[in-house]
RNA sequence: GUGAUUGUAGCUCAGUUGGUUAGAGCGCUAGAUUGUGGUUCUAGAGGUCGCCGGUUCGAGACCGGUCUUUCACCCCA
C-alpha cells in the first residue's frame, strides 16, 4: 500500500466515461462561444508571479501555487532572510513563477503584449485548467478547468446582454436548470460613498455577501467589527434587505443613492441590461442581488453569478467587467467583460442530476473477432471499408479464445461483434451479431455496412 | 491558514474490552465451454491493516507525529 502511486491533494485522473462526459461540456460551451464570434486562445500554464501577485487580493496570494526557480536556488537567496525563516522574503528570491489562479489575468497580460496585432473589440475563449492551493472540499479542487469568454475593447453594455444570452444558451443546452444573479459594482461604491466609506467597500462587500449564509444579525456585527459606525450600518439596513422585482429595487435604491453620482451610475447601467434582457425575451431568470459582491477586486461594473437551482455547489458560473485590468499592465482604457464556466462543477451537477445524454458518436459501434492467420487480413480489409463510410470500428488487436474477445465487446459496451473465421472467409460473408439481442446474421460486406449504418 | 473527519484486498465495507493463521460481497484469473459475451457452477490469485515512531509479553484496534479522504470556516469556479 505504502508503494501505491498517488497524485496530489485535490488533483483527480479522469477515466474514459468521465473523459466522455467532460467533453461534452467543453463542446457544449465551445460550440456557443463560436456561433457568438469568439475565438479561442491558450496561455502557459505557469506565469511570471509579477503578473498573478497582486491581481486577487491578499487572499488569493496566498492561494498561488508559486515553482521554485530552477538550480541552486538556495546558494543565491539572502542568508539572512533564511536564517530569520522569513517566508515572503525568501520566497521572492528562489520563485519567479507560478501556476495561473485563472483566465482573466493571464487574458489581461496577454492583450497587452500583443495589443498590436489585436483588432478591438476583442472576442476570445479560453478553455484551461487553473490551480488554487486551498483546501478541496465539496465542488472545490486544487485543479479545476476554467472556459472563460471575454470581450475587451468595448465599454458597451451590449456585451453583458451578450454574454447573459451566451449563459443561457449553454445552460439551456446542457439543461441545466439555472438563475443568474446580477448586480453592479458601482451600486456598492455608491452604497460606501453615502455612509462615507468608500474605503472599506471590500470589507463592506464581502460582509453582506454572507447574508444568506449567516443571517442579517451576523453581517451587522461584521460590519461592526471591520469598523463601521452604528448609524452607517443603519444607512445601509434598506439596501441589504432590498426586495421586490428587478425594477422595484431599483426605484428603491435610486432614492437611497440620489446622492452619489456612481451609485446613480450603476443603477442606469443595469436598467438598460435589464431592459434590453426584456425586450429579447429571454427564458433565463435574471435576478438583481445587492448581496453579490465577489472577492475579486479588480470587477468595476457588472458583475454576474450563476447557480444550479437543484443542486447545492456553490455559483458554477461568474465573471463581471473590469475596466483597467490591462492598465495594470501598462495598457490604458482597454475595458473588458467576461464570464467564466467552472467545467467541474458543472460535470458535478450534471452528473448528480444524470443530465449527460448517452454519447453514441465516441463509442465503438462494431468489434471484429480476432482469428489470426490469413483472416486478419480479410477483417482488416472489411474494417477499412466500414471506417471508411464513418462507423467506429475495431479490430482485437491479438488471436486470444473468443470468449475474451467477446468479453472485451461486453465490457466497452460496443453493440455489435463481427465473427471472420474461416468459414466466413470461404464463403465471402461476415456473421454480425447483436450483443443486445444475442441474434446473428450471414451477410455480405454492402449489407453488413448497410445494417451498421442505422 | 483554522476546526473536525477518514484510511483494512482492484472496489464497497465487516473485524467484540488489545490475544493464534485478518474476513465478506463485488471485481479479477483459470476451468466447466478448442467458433460465441452478458446468466450459472467450480477453483485460484490478491493484504507490511496509509506511513513513521511509541505504550505493551502481545497492536488492525491504544498514544504521538505525518500524509491522505471528506466536511465546515476563510475565500472561491
Not at 446582454?161 to 439551456?172: A, K, M, S, T
Not at 460582509?207 to 444607512?235: C, F, P, R, T
Not at 474461416?422 to 456473421?431: N, Q, S, V, W
Amino acid at each position: 500500500m505504502a508503494q501505491k502511486p498517488s497524485i496530489p491533494k485535490g488533483t483527480r485522473d479522469f477515466s474514459p466515461v468521465e473523459m466522455v462526459k467532460r467533453n461534452y461540456i467543453f463542446d457544449t460551451v465551445r460550440k456557443v462561444f463560436q456561433k457568438y464570434g469568439y475565438l479561442p486562445i491558450e496561455t502557459p500554464a505557469m506565469e511570471n508571479l509579477s503578473t498573478l501577485m497582486g491581481k486577487y487580493g491578499e487572499e488569493g496570494d496566498k492561494l498561488l501555487f508559486k515553482i521554485l526557480n530552477s538550480g541552486d536556488f538556495l546558494s543565491k537567496a539572502d542568508s539572512n532572510a533564511l536564517d530569520e525563516k522569513a517566508s515572503n522574503r525568501v520566497m521572492n528570491q528562489i520563485s519567479e513563477k507560478g501556476l495561473r489562479y485563472d483566465l482573466t489575468v493571464p487574458f489581461a497580460r496577454y492583450v497587452v503584449q500583443h495589443q498590436n496585432d489585436i483588432t478591438f473589440p476583442f472576442k476570445r475563449y479560453q478553455i484551461q485548467p487553473v490551480w488554487r492551493a486551498d483546501r478541496p472540499q465539496k465542488g472545490r479542487y486544487r485543479e479545476f478547468f476554467q472556459c472563460d469568454v471575454d470581450v475587451v475593447g468595448s465599454n458597451s453594455l451590449l456585451n453583458e446582454v451578450e454574454l447573459i444570452q451566451v449563459v443561457e444558451e449553454v445552460y439551456n443546452l446542457l439543461n441545466i436548470n439555472v438563475a443568474l444573479k446580477i448586480n453592479n459594482r458601482k451600486i456598492l461604491s455608491g452604497i460606501a460613498e453615502i455612509i462615507g466609506a468608500s474605503d472599506q467597500i471590500v470589507d463592506i462587500t464581502v460582509a453582506i455577501d454572507k447574508l444568506d449564509k449567516i443571517g442579517l444579525e451576523k453581517v451587522n456585527e461584521e460590519l461592526a467589527a471591520k469598523g463601521l459606525s452604528e448609524q452607517a450600518i443603519n444607512m445601509i439596513q434598506p439596501v441589504i434587505l432590498l426586495s421586490g422585482t428587478n425594477s422595484e429595487k431599483l426605484a428603491s435604491l435610486k432614492g437611497t443613492l440620489a446622492s452619489s453620482e456612481i451609485g446613480l451610475k450603476g443603477i442606469a447601467e443595469l436598467e438598460k441590461v435589464f431592459a434590453y434582457c426584456e425586450h429579447l425575451n429571454l427564458k433565463l431568470e435574471v435576478e438583481l442581488d445587492l448581496t453579490l459582491a465577489r472577492g475579486l477586486n479588480y470587477y468595476t461594473g457588472a458583475i454576474f453569478e450563476v447557480k444550479a437551482k437543484d443542486v447545492a455547489i456553490g455559483s458554477i458560473t461568474g465573471g463581471g467587467r473590469y475596466d483597467d485590468l490591462t492598465g495594470i499592465f501598462g495598457l490604458k482604457d482597454v475595458s473588458g467583460v467576461g464570464i467564466s464556466f467552472g467545467a467541474d462543477r458543472i460535470y458535478d451537477v450534471m452528473n448528480q442530476l444524470e443530465l449527460f445524454p448517452l454519447n453514441d458518436g465516441v463509442r465503438t459501434k462494431v468489434l471484429f473477432v480476432n482469428f489470426g492467420g490469413e483472416d486478419e487480413l480479410y477483417a482488416t480489409t472489411a474494417i477499412k471499408r466500414i471506417r471508411e463510410v464513418g462507423i467506429n470500428a475495431e479490430f482485437f488487436p491479438d488471436e486470444t479464445k473468443i470468449q475474451k474477445q467477446m468479453n472485451y465487446a461486453n465490457k466497452k459496451n460496443i453493440p455489435f461483434v463481427v465473427l471472420t473465421g474461416e468459414k466466413e472467409r470461404a464463403e465471402g460473408e461476415y456473421t454480425l451479431k447483436n450483443m443486445l439481442s444475442g441474434e446473428q446474421l450471414h451477410l455480405s460486406i454492402e449489407k453488413l455496412i448497410e445494417t451498421l449504418k442505422d
